[in-house]
């Protein structure tokens, strides 16, 4: 990487629930064209910082730029402008159950770019080719599928639109470990394909270390670390050791009961 | 003590409640004007509204044109039972009975259907999804079954009406035995169009509460499948209730300086 240019930038971004602090005062940008993978326990707010950048959440304080340009306290028509940037593939797949796979796929086309139906079906049908989906699971609704054919057809759906930023929260999660390589790689080509810039979430190290050019760990609200993937083995932080190493003692306490 | 807190934590939640609804009425209702419509969606729903709850609406029409029709027999001087029989079904089906029992038996079918729809699309993040796919989830979900909710209950009371009568017509021919033509020739007496008009902006301002409730608890359920049911409850039972309501209202309105 030559130039680095912000794709998305986030300062001191703050999100709570309630009393309870999720996001405290958050940093992190993410370059034009690079894969960053956010790596971090579960329920340090992973998500929730997807969702903040997505506007789907609203941060108590803070900015967050994308291409230059705030989103956060801006309208929702200008909002839209810019997160029709982003694709984004969500933790559960999130099709949608009244629609059949290819529709689920074709949705942003017809609704977004406003496609017609036969070309849309026919990008769609392309698109699922690439995530290696035959004809056949084409005409099924997603009930009828499994986990890791929904992560797929999410997939699917998210690139779909060519955006120039993809969001994946969770890809491997709760796939076996060769289908979960498979999604890396579908991941790993749709980026570089489309020239995207990618920012994953994951708390499989196997996984970050296929996609990302760069790791950023998240910690009580925080982004603690973040570097070259290259760099990670030896940070020399404890955290980030405890973590990738995946001990269960060391710094990092798993808070079981807190509320 | 104890007794204030608890007064105050309810006042205050019944008032954030009125709120919210407040500001998702407003929204749905200046989303309304706003493009993309969905003219399809809208189709879809007008059928599945009216369409399909044609054979509940019906029976309980018919039934309740019969018993009607049996009870004023036997509470009635027998002079003139054409004409008081006549006059008691066809205005109670039109003013009362028709709208309100279409209105709370499409509740149980309409409302529970759209709050555990839309709820099950909320948690399962595929209204998030929506948003992603620039397309806006009011416009999407919320305003189409509005629309129909309130053009497709009017259609479904006209024939209500015309069941309910045929019903009490029915008793008061084949069973107390009376005069068919003179019944028929008193039901067109004593009908106005103010009866079957109010009726019908009954049903209008009842197919609104239904879908906007249906649609509020849907898009505000959290927390898994326990949720989506808490939101189906509270769909019913709320939209029975504001119905009821709803209807003195319209009732003091249209006939309070007739009487
Ligand atoms: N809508 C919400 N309302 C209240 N609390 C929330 C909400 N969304 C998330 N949280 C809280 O924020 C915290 C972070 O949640 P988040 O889903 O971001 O975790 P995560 O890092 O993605 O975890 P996982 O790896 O398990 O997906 C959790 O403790 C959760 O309880
Ligand atoms: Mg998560």
């Known amino acids: 990487m030559t130039q680095k240019k912000n ?53 108590d304080s803070g900015s967050i730029k994308i291409d230059g340009s705030e989103i956060v306290g801006i309208n929702s028509k200008e909002k839209e402008k810019t997160l029709s940037k982003i694709g984004m593939l969500f933790q559960n797949a999130a099709l949608f159950d009244s629609l059949s796979v290819w529709e689920n796929v074709a949705f942003p086309l017809i609704q977004g770019k406003k496609a017609s139906k036969e070309m849309a079906k026919i990008a769609a049908f392309e698109k699922l080719k690439a995530v290696g ?5 084409a005409e099924l609704y997603p009930v009828e599928i499994s986990g890791g054919m929904k992560k797929r057809v999410g997939l699917a759906r998210a690139i779909v639109t060519e955006p120039e930023v993809l969001f994946f929260d969770e890809p491997t999660t709760g796939l076996d470990p060769i289908m979960g390589d498979i999604i890396n790689d579908l991941i790993v080509s749709c980026v570089k394909t489309l020239g995207a810039t990618a920012l994953s979430i994951t708390h499989d190290m196997a996984s970050a270390f296929k996609i990302a050019d760069r790791i950023a760990m998240l910690y009580q609200g ?6 070259e993937t290259k760099d990670i083995r030896n940070t020399g932080n404890d955290y980030v050791e405890q973590f990738i190493n995946g001990r269960a003692n060391g710094p990092i306490k798993m808070e079981f009961r807190q509320i | 003590m104890r007794f204030f807190i608890f007064l105050g934590k309810h006042s205050l939640s019944l008032f954030s409640t009125i709120g919210r609804i407040s500001i998702f009425t407003i ?8 493009p993309p419509f969905y003219p399809r969606l809208i189709a879809r729903q007008i059928v599945e509204i009216g369409f399909y709850s044609l054979p509940v609406v019906g029976l309980t029409a018919i039934f309740t044109g019969m018993v009607l029709a049996l009870q004023s027999y036997t509470g009635f001087a027998r002079f003139n039972a054409e004409g008081a029989i006549a ?39 595929q209204i998030d999804a929506l948003s ?25 009371v006209i024939v209500a009406d015309v069941i309910g009568v045929m019903g009490g017509y029915l008793v008061s021919v084949h069973k107390l035995g009376f005069n068919p033509t003179l019944y028929l020739q008193k039901t067109w007496e004593f009908i106005q169009p103010i009866d079957i008009i109010s009726g019908l902006v009954k049903a209008s301002v009842f197919g609104f509460i239904i879908s906007l409730l249906g649609c509020y608890h849907g898009y505000h359920s959290e927390g898994g499948a326990q949720g989506v049911g808490r939101a189906t409850t509270n769909a019913v039972v709320g939209a029975s209730i504001l119905i009821l309501a709803a209807n003195y209202m319209i009732t003091e309105i249209f006939f309070s300086n007739i009487q």
């Open chain 1, 222 to 227: 925080k982004i603690i670390w973040v570097g």
């Open chain 2, 132 to 156: 992603t796919l620039s397309t806006n989830p009011f416009n999407y979900l919320v305003v189409p079954r509005i629309i129909s909710g309130t053009i497709a209950l009017p259609f479904l």
């Open chain 2, 27 to 34: 929204t749905a209702i200046t989303r309304c004007f706003v």
């Open chain 2, 87 to 125: 006059n008691v079904v066809v205005l109670s089906i039109t003013r009362e009975l028709a709208p309100v029992l279409a209105g709370l038996m499409v509740a149980g079918r309409i409302g529970a259907a759209m709050a555990a729809e839309i709820g099950t699309m909320r948690v399962t993040e």
């Open chain 1, 133 to 137: 989906l035959s004809e056949e699971v």
């Open chain 1, 7 to 59: 794709k998305i930038s986030i300062k001191n971004v703050k999100k709570t629930f309630g009393s309870k602090i999720v996001l405290n005062g958050l940093n992190l940008d993410l370059f034009s064209g690079e894969s960053l993978v956010v790596i971090g326990g579960s329920g340090t707010g992973k998500s929730v910082l997807l969702k903040n950048i997505l506007g789907l959440l609203e941060p």
